[in-house]
């Protein structure tokens, strides 16, 4: 198993600043997701971060908007950028600890204003 | 590609009745699925998966779920609700290339009533 520990777990942003998410896991993992939540809807993958490359962003998901970090195996950052009402979600830290089973963090509640 | 699709955003119990909550997926590949629950402000939990082997899966808190093939078709059930079931239940799908890439449903809030 793997324990995930996300910060902040909520914040309330004016529009055009940016938040660094952050996602500590407690054990070495290959790969880490991010993903976001929007309100009334389903998680959708934001990309795939890799430890010493850079990471993959999914259709509709630039690395502009969300830039990544990822500089070791237990601890990767999502940013979100030049923040709009609709960026308003939950996004959440996601590591696989085998091809069955995947971990999340709590999620980091994001309100812009 | 993989997708994910669950009847009823909302689904509402009384205590003690049947909980039957509805995933049917669309996959190219062999899936492996998913259930996840998320209780409110908290992250996402495995509740059950089945990867291979038998077609009725069971999981945590009493839930159990039935892969079939036939009807592409991944139902959470469990006999009888209680007070602290009620939460948000994602069904999710992965497998073929994307075995990395969880594709998720859109998620049923389930209600408990006393």
């Known amino acids: 198993s793997a324990v995930i520990s996300q910060k902040p777990s909520r914040d309330i942003c004016q529009r055009g600043t940016s938040l660094t998410i952050q996602c500590q896991v407690d054990?070495?993992?290959?790969?880490m997701f991010w993903y976001r939540q929007q309100p009334g809807q389903s998680l959708t993958l934001i990309a795939t971060?890799?430890?010493?490359?850079?990471?993959?962003?999914e259709s509709g998901f630039v690395i502009d908007k969300f830039p990544i970090s990822r500089p070791n195996l237990t601890f990767s950052t999502l940013t979100v950028s030049n923040m709009s009402p609709e960026d308003s979600s939950i996004y959440l830290c996601?590591?696989?600890?085998?091809?069955?089973?995947?971990?999340f963090g709590q999620g980091t509640r994001l309100t812009v204003v | 590609a993989q997708s994910v699709t669950q009847l009823g955003s909302h689904v509402s119990v009384s205590e003690g009745a049947l909980v039957l909550l509805r995933c049917n997926y669309s996959?190219?590949?062999?899936?492996?699925l998913f259930w996840y629950v998320q209780y409110p402000n908290q992250g996402l939990q495995l509740l059950l998966k089945?990867?291979?082997?038998?077609?009725l899966v069971k999981g945590i808190n009493g839930f159990e779920a039935e892969f079939k093939k036939s009807e592409t078709s991944f139902h959470l059930t469990k006999p009888s609700a209680h007070m602290s079931d009620a939460a948000e239940y994602f069904c999710?799908?992965?497998?073929?290339?994307?075995?990395?890439?969880?594709?998720f449903g859109s998620g049923t809030k389930l209600n408990v009533k006393p």
């Open positions: 996959s190219s590949v062999p899936p492996y």
């Open positions: 999710a799908v992965t497998g073929g290339n994307n075995f990395n890439k969880f594709y």
């Open positions: 054990s070495q993992v290959t790969m």
């Open positions: 971060a890799n430890q010493g490359s850079e990471a993959t962003y």
């Open positions: 089945y990867t291979t082997g038998a077609t």
């Open positions: 996601s590591v696989e600890v085998s091809y069955t089973e995947a971990f």
